[in-house]
Nanobody, 118 residues
Framework: VQLQASGGGLVQAGGSLRLSCVAS????????MGWFRQAPGKEREFDAA????????YYADSVKGRFTISRDNAKNTVYLQMNSLKPEDTAVYYC????????????WGQGTLVTVSS
């Protein structure tokens, strides 16, 4: 599966952005999906994940209550709604797909930059 992320940009602290990630192929609904971030000079870290059906979601403590992950399998798209953004949320955000039975996310998008100004 190929992933294309978009929706990043510059926003003031307290603002909102919605990231989108469109997947190619006809088997999108077979993949668990996740969003990750990587800030300059830091390791990539997990933000949120969603199950194949969208029935289960998981969040890092740092974004719980502020970010919402969702998916539309008919559109082959996963979203990350980000509210109450903080300067420390500044990073390149990546969507990723994990195949059924796989322990790791094996497919990654190209990333979209989110910059939160104070």
């Amino acid at each position: 599966v190929q992933l294309q992320a978009s929706g990043g940009g510059l926003v003031q602290a307290g603002g909102s952005l919605r990231l989108s990630c469109v997947a190619s192929g006809r088997t999108f609904s077979s993949y668990n999906m996740g969003w990750f971030r990587q800030a300059p000079g830091k390791e990539r870290e997990f933000d949120a994940a969603i199950s194949r059906s969208g029935g289960s979601t998981y969040y890092a403590d740092s974004v719980k209550g502020r970010f919402t992950i969702s998916r539309d399998n008919a559109k082959n798209t996963v979203y990350l709604q980000m509210n109450s953004l903080k300067p420390e949320d500044t990073a390149v955000y990546y969507c990723a797909a994990r195949a059924p039975g796989a322990a790791e996310y094996g497919f990654w998008g190209q990333g979209t930059l989110v910059t939160v100004s104070s």
